[in-house]
C-alpha cells in the first residue's frame, strides 16, 4: 500500500507540467499546446510548444540545418519540416550547396589573388632592374612555366630576406671583441663590471614590425635602383648598378641600424629610478610649477 501511494504520488510529480523556458504552469494557461522533446524526467521534461520555438530560433538563428540539442540532457531535438514543392526543393538544394562551396571559392579567390599580384610584381621587379627593354626580352626568351613558377618567388624571397636581422648577430660580435680594438671600444665603449644587461627587444613582437618589414621587402628594388643611378651612375650596365646600389644601401642602414642599436642599449644600460620625492618636496615642486 505504501509503495503504490509513493509511485502515485511520483506520477503525479512527473505528470506536472512547468515549462522549463517561461515557468508557467497548466493553470496558467490551459490551451497552450505541451510537448516532451527530449529525455529529461520530472517537471523539466515538460515545455511549451511555442517556447521551444522561440528557443529554438534563438539558437539556429536563422539557419534552419543547425542541430540543436536539449540544455540539461543534450539530447537533439527531431525538429520536423513540411516538405517541400518540386521546384522549392531544387532551390533549397541549390542554396545548400552555394553555402557549402562560397568558403572554398573565397579562399581560392584571395589565393589567386595573392599569386597574380606577385606575378605582376616580379615582372615589373624584372623590368627594373634589368631595364625596361632587357627585363622584356629575357622574359619574352624565358619559358612561361619558369615565369610563372619564377616571378611570384621574388616577392617571397625579398621577404624573406627582409627577416634576417644580420645587423643583431654583428652587434653581438662587437660587443663581445670591441675591447680589443680601440676604435670599435670608442663606438661601443665596455660597459663596467656590475652593470645590469638589459633586455633584448623581441622582434615582430606586434603588428607594426610586420607591416614595416613587408613594405621594406617590396620596395627595396626601388631603393636599390635609384641608388645605383646615384652613386654608380658611371656604369652602364643597369643590372650592375642595381646590385651595387642594393649593397652600399644595406650596408649604410646596416651600419647605422647597428649604430643606433648600441646607443639605445646603453641608454637602457646606464638608465636610473630615482627616490620618491618626500612629502615637502613632492609640495614646493607641485607651488614651484603652479607659479
Known amino acids: ?159 624573406l630576406g627582409k627577416m634576417i636581422r644580420w645587423e643583431d648577430y654583428i652587434l653581438k660580435l662587437w660587443r663581445k671583441h670591441s675591447t680589443k680594438i680601440p676604435f670599435l671600444s670608442y663606438i661601443f665603449p665596455d660597459l663596467a663590471p656590475g652593470f645590469r644587461v638589459p633586455a633584448e627587444p623581441v622582434p615582430m613582437n606586434d603588428p607594426i614590425s610586420a607591416t614595416r618589414i613587408l613594405c621594406g621587402a617590396l620596395i627595396f628594388p626601388t631603393i636599390a635602383t635609384i641608388c645605383g643611378k646615384l652613386m654608380f651612375g658611371s656604369l652602364n650596365s643597369n643590372l650592375q648598378r642595381t646590385i651595387l646600389g642594393g649593397i652600399a644601401f644595406v650596408t649604410i642602414k646596416g651600419a647605422m641600424k647597428i649604430y643606433y642599436k648600441q646607443q639605445q642599449y646603453l641608454r637602457q644600460v646606464h638608465r636610473k629610478i630615482q627616490d620618491f620625492p618626500e612629502e615637502e618636496q613632492a609640495t614646493q615642486a607641485t607651488g614651484t610649477q603652479t607659479s
Request: some cysteine; proline content about 5%.
Open 1 to 159: 500500500m505504501t509503495e503504490a501511494s509513493s509511485f502515485r504520488r511520483a506520477s503525479s510529480v512527473d505528470d506536472r507540467r512547468t515549462c522549463w523556458v517561461c515557468f508557467a504552469t497548466e493553470e496558467d494557461d490551459r490551451s497552450a499546446p505541451w510537448t516532451r522533446p527530449c529525455r529529461c524526467r520530472g517537471t523539466t521534461k515538460w515545455v511549451h510548444q511555442s517556447c521551444l520555438q522561440r528557443w529554438i530560433d534563438e539558437k539556429q538563428k536563422g539557419n534552419s540545418t543547425t542541430k540543436v540539442a536539449c540544455p540539461q540532457c543534450n539530447t537533439e531535438y527531431l525538429i520536423v519540416y513540411p516538405k517541400l514543392g518540386s521546384f522549392v526543393y531544387i532551390l533549397d538544394t541549390v542554396d545548400k550547396i552555394i553555402y557549402k562551396v562560397c568558403p572554398f571559392a573565397a579562399a581560392g579567390i584571395v589565393v589567386g589573388s595573392i599569386y597574380w599580384t606577385a606575378v605582376t610584381y616580379g615582372a615589373v621587379t624584372v623590368m627594373q632592374v634589368l631595364g625596361h627593354k632587357e627585363g622584356l626580352d629575357v622574359m619574352e626568351r624565358a619559358d612561361p612555366l619558369f615565369l610563372l613558377i619564377g616571378l611570384p618567388t621574388i616577392p617571397v624571397m625579398l621577404i
